[in-house]
């Protein structure tokens, strides 16, 4: 759930009642919340906050924002998914606030079929590809590109309960 305003292809005011109400779901059904928020990072937070959402299961989905989002996101005690752009030369904010966020609320995802890293950018993402999300990542830490693996491996599978 969440918003999109990068086409405007509903009115802004429908999405956000719906995602009110999403997220009141969630909320009654005491499930986690995945959020989209692309061009829209303000509103959601504002919207988040309101509705008392500090400290609630939520994963930011696709994160791309930098170093002072990736603190709002974790001050609030959610996790960060971390797509294949973290890899691109010119995502340098994106690495910075790998860098600060931490490892503990991450987890590496692929968007498929889109946002595929380097060396592959621009072909049909896949869940192969993720190996060089996870590498950008540690070599934005200054880690172990098997620390790293199992470090997001074990958020994510804590986070959606599968362990």
């Known amino acids: 759930t969440g918003l999109d305003y990068h086409y405007d292809f509903s009115p802004r005011d429908v999405q956000r009642k719906a995602f009110r109400d999403q997220l009141a779901m969630a909320k009654e059904l005491d499930v986690p919340a995945v959020i989209h928020s692309r061009e829209a990072e303000e509103d959601t937070l504002a919207i988040l906050d309101d509705m008392g959402f500090s400290d609630r299961p939520l994963l930011w989905h696709c994160f791309g924002g930098g170093p002072d ?48 890293p380097a060396p592959y950018r621009g072909k049909r993402n896949e869940p192969a590809y993720l190996v060089f999300t996870a590498l950008a990542v540690a070599q934005a830490r200054g880690e172990d590109v098997a620390a790293v693996w199992q470090a997001c491996g074990d958020t994510a599978r804590t986070f959606f309960t599968l362990a």
């Open 69 to 116: 989002m990736a603190r709002e996101v974790s001050r609030r005690g959610w996790h960060l998914s971390i797509p294949g752009p973290v890899s691109f030369p010119k995502s340098e904010s994106l690495r910075e606030a790998v860098r600060q966020a931490p490892l503990n609320r991450m987890v590496l995802e692929t968007d498929c079929p889109y946002l595929t």
